[in-house]
């Protein structure tokens, strides 16, 4: 059941990061058409999403700064966001005399206007949002300067920051709000292919705590086995294993010093059920997501005799609860951490002639990724 | 669905707790024959359960002291250590010759004898266990003196005193570590017929908490909610209600300026799951029992966009996580609540001339009891 992996992943250099960085300032000088992904109504993404173009955006108002999305991601949840079935709404835009919803609600942008009254934002400043559904499939946008987060200089390649907005804070403060963990403690996870998963896995590494991670069966699961334990995976399993009854004896070993107090749910399920019985006392079930779309069933005793706290976690009420300057330590650390890159596709818009034939592109991708095509999708509107 | 009550229980008045503690005191000078209610092994309690004499106790050790019970409750939870399927279980005992369990968790017992190096103890105190599956059906025991809950002189009746153990601490406890709640917030309970149901809403009734309580349908429904309500309960409702959808409105109608926060649970099934959607958001459900026998299964939806949690609560683990000072601390809190006593009935062996007589009459009880006797039984040895 258990897979060893002998090879290691190189990580990324930082030089590697700064030359990205270099390209991409490069490349900010051309020409542009400003550009958006919208919808006017919900309904299915490949049929309402349109691309729209808009004339350049007036200077930015006092508290204000305008900026220019550099990489914005096309997230599961932005798909639920336009089918109208995510509890978070947008709010509606004015584009070129149209009312309309912009899509996405993570991305990487640059600070290109800074208006009166605002501090320590500069032109230049790469920063990725503090507040939900903004719309970040779009060239440019007039933001609060209090809803940007600036990110630490160098810090992140250029995809990684597109994508550090959800994913990575999610499987930081999960490893970190509920359970005091040390080294050699024990986390238990399912979904752990998944953008939280491979983060909780690297984050834990980092720190010397240890996880079991629990994936779906596939063809090539011994690659992604591989791949897991390259990020640092100490264990991996298929849910299968969780009907195999040495498992829970194998468990009980490897944690004896430290059984398992924290176990990170993104599917729910008879299989979540069955691997909070690998919980050791007093531990706190994590919930992120529910990929089965079955409930959480759990049996009463275990709260009771056990302890078992269970909390769910939404990195959207995180930034809700938190200030400016929380947000952007909460960036430094993660900056500081260097997790790997997501495996990723960038669909690149930029050279489209027209809005018509950038509407068909993005929607051909969209049909795409509803047929399960499994890299994340990143957006380049210029 | 809602139903009204005029009338107004009449409280016990303190005069008439010192009139027991009066009567028990004259009794105590009786003849007596020390009498365990005792098990070899685990099994049907009215099978294996039986009652054997003993010696006398000697003086007891250094750090000791001898108690004599004056009443100990058959709890449905003492039932199921009988038949091992408790999590909790009690240490063997060496009775008149034999290696027994002896039966019962909570109970009344004055103190007899003070052994040496005994701090705060004084014979004739009453006191209770905070030693879990101690053993409290038995005339006589000895146990450490940092083993038991001296009660407050004149406090409770011999009654409330002999179920202050679990039921109201686990009412008291829930009310107040999982929630700040002040006058006039919301609880929302099931099972509110229990004996800690019924302590939930004298407590929070004392408070100006509102609560809504959930109970099975029964033939003498309108007894049952016209008790609860002089009780203090604010809305007392069936399960049936819950497919109602007129009820959801009522709640957010009653709850909008403080949506609730609390939900207690005794029962879990679908009943506890549609209960949930009448909580409002950053609510906490905290179970201590599961009398539907099925597990508690929610919405994942609900811990991550509502932040619920979810706990248990089990008294046992209280009294091992606090010392004898906050345990005293706490059986003075619940004094001066002046609950009313549980419904009960008295199964007095006192006078029975031999074990076998004794024994007789006991297994004719927990028969009884298994046949789904409503009132709690007090077990009372001389």
New interface residues.
Partial sequence: MLRQCATRLSRPSPLRAIAIRADCFATSSARRTDRAVIYAENGNPAEVLRVKSYDPLPPPPPGSVNIRFRLSPINPSDINVVQGVY?AKPTQQHVSGEDVFIGGNEGLAEVVDVGSNVDGLHKGDWVTLGKAQFGTWASTRVISAEDVIKLPAGGFSEVNAATINVNPPTAYNMLHQFVDLKEDDWVLQNGANSAVGQAVIQIAARKGIKTINFVRSRPDLDNLICSLTQLGATHVFTYDALSDKSLAKHVKQWTSKSPIRLLL?CV?GPDT?AMTRLLGDNAHLV????MSKK????????????????????QH?WYQEHSRQEREKLMRTLANLKLKEPEHEILDLSGEPSDEAATKRLRDTLTKIEAGFSKKVLLRLQ
């Fill in positions: 509890p749910n729910s059920t919930s992120y997501g529910a409930p959480l069933s759990l049996p009463t005793s275990l709260f009771i005799f056990k302890n078992l706290t269970t909390h769910g976690y939404w009420r």
